[in-house]
């Protein structure tokens, strides 16, 4: 493979995170998070993406590296630099974790059984009240898929329920996972808050 052949294409997600998206596999294993330079150690690129001024977070889930970090600013010049590091992996040829690491990592049954339990304990008693409820859909390499019901399906809130309420609970939980996935169909079902344009 030569560097032409890696394409890396940048998706800012607000002023603190950017989603980058390699033309090849990052990291097939799943998902993998650090969250700070010790941890990361256990990954010679997220070492490199942390040896970048001001990232302070990086996961990979298959072609994705989301990376976050501190202050305001534009991603542009960020952005140069983290794709050159991403690359320089790739080209490399090195596992992009340790065994040391993916030792450490649940297996995708631990993460239903705890999220799972985290939805009756904590998520669906507070949606509930909004004549909601969320379930689990499934744990694909360590990626996790919900649906929302009631009154949460189609709700105007509803991107802000997954990311700011349920993604954050889980990943207090289990701070290793990768993605989660909303794979409700809000537009559907009996009677939807969002009504899609004509």
């Known amino acids: 493979m030569e560097a032409a052949d890696i394409k890396i294409t940048a998706e800012p997600i607000d002023e603190g995170s950017c989603r980058f998206t390699s033309s090849v596999p990052v990291y097939a294993g799943g998902a993998a998070r650090f969250e700070d330079p010790e941890r990361a150690r256990m990954s010679p690129l997220a070492t490199a993406l942390f040896n970048i001024e001001p990232i302070t977070g990086v996961r990979f889930a298959g072609n994705v590296v989301t990376i976050n970090k501190e202050g305001i600013g534009d991603w542009a010049p960020l952005a140069r630099q983290v794709g050159a590091a991403i690359r320089a992996q790739l080209l490399s040829g090195m596992p992009v974790v340790s065994d040391d690491f993916i030792a450490t990592m649940p297996s995708d049954e631990e993460i239903r059984e705890k999220v799972r339990a985290l939805f009756e304990a904590e998520i669906n008693p507070a949606v509930a009240g909004h004549g909601g409820y969320i379930e689990l ?42 993605e989660v996935f909303d794979t409700t169909d809000h537009a559907g079902g009996a009677n939807p808050y969002y009504q899609p344009s004509k």
């Open 137 to 178: 859909i499934d744990v694909r390499d360590k990626n996790v898929y919900v649906r929302m019901g009631g009154g949460c399906q189609g709700c105007g809130a509803a991107n802000v329920t997954l990311k700011q309420g349920v993604e954050t609970a889980i990943r207090r939980v289990l701070p290793d996972i990768g």
